[in-house]
T-cell receptor, first 111, second 117 residues
């Protein structure tokens, strides 16, 4: 069974810093990997989707990389802002439609 | 766009009662919907896969007689928590796959917070 781990569990940084969130998964035979954002008590917003054949995806200040062979992905956030404060979830799809989620990294960006 | 709604957004009920949660795809048809459960500071755990017109597929450890799923139309799936107990208190989130767009076009609802007293 696929297991997804996210490190760190929580992170607090001052505004303007660049930061990296980490995700690892145990079974490298994945179809794709997604990064989501979840605000308190809210649903999920998809940020970036990386297919298994891709190495990275970028959207604005966000960059996600994927090293399938080592079972790792990173989400890089540049020039962090207080509005980036949320929980970031990594999810892996290995077969079928369902996603395997990590526990998330809770990010707080202070002004 | 692709919008998924859930109703209610939060519900409080007494132990032993049943609660129905609706998941609707507002502007697209969804032959497949998923139900997830999220406990505080935990990851989303898939409970079941709901397919329109057929029985839901439950994940190991999820009681199908306790969590009844009905996907009667291409825009609506319902999750009924029967004889709810305090340990069922959780955040329930649904997602819907948009038509033939493939499983990557999966859109999530805003979630329903269930508190069982």
């Amino acid at each position: 069974k696929q297991e997804v781990t996210q490190i760190p569990a929580a992170l607090s940084v001052p505004e303007g810093e660049n930061l990296v969130l980490n995700c690892s998964f145990t079974d490298s035979a994945i179809y794709n990997l997604q990064w989501f954002r979840q605000d308190p008590g809210k649903g999920l917003t998809s940020l970036l989707l990386i297919q298994s054949s891709q190495r990275e995806q970028t959207s604005g200040r966000l960059n996600a990389s994927l090293d399938k062979s080592s079972g790792r992905s990173t989400l890089y956030i540049a020039a962090s802002q207080p509005g980036d404060s949320a929980t970031y979830l990594c999810a892996v799809r290995d077969s079928g439609y369902a996603l395997n989620f990590g526990k998330g990294t809770s990010l707080l960006v202070t002004p | 766009g692709a919008v998924v709604s859930q109703h209610p957004s939060w519900v409080i009920c007494k132990s032993g009662t049943s609660v129905k949660i609706e998941c609707r795809s507002l502007d697209f048809q969804a032959t497949t919907m998923f139900w997830y459960r999220q406990f505080p500071k935990q990851s989303l755990m898939l409970m079941a896969t709901s397919n329109e017109g057929s029985k839901a597929t439950y994940e190991q450890g999820v009681e199908k007689d306790k969590f009844l799923i009905n996907h009667a139309s291409l825009t609506l799936s319902t999750l009924t928590v029967t004889s709810a107990h305090p340990e069922d208190s959780s955040f329930y989130i649904c997602s819907a796959v948009k038509g033939a767009g493939g499983p990557d076009t999966q859109y999530f609802g805003p979630g329903t917070r269930l508190t069982v007293l």
